[in-house]
């Protein structure tokens, strides 16, 4: 039985785990990474880790999908 649902479980995950889905999960954490260390005080971790993101964006071809501050306010409806 347990042999069953592992099989299950890891076929579905199989199914999830496509390349756009990792490129689209590495993107949004890179994001974040990149989002965390702006927003410390600290200039060495912009000079040293920001870098780092750059390369393994560029290593790994994932590109880096944000949308500008203004191009979002102009798709964003007001709110009532």
Request: no cysteine.
């Amino acid at each position: 039985m347990v042999k069953i649902m592992l099989n299950t479980i890891v076929a579905v995950l199989a199914q999830l785990l496509t390349p756009d889905n990792m490129k689209l999960f590495a993107d949004k954490m890179l994001d974040w990474a990149e989002d965390f260390i702006a927003s410390t005080d600290n200039q060495i971790d912009d000079a040293l880790v920001l870098p780092v993101i750059k390369g393994i964006r560029t290593t790994f071809n994932i590109p880096d999908n944000d949308e500008p501050a203004a191009e979002l306010a102009e798709t964003t409806p007001p709110q009532p």
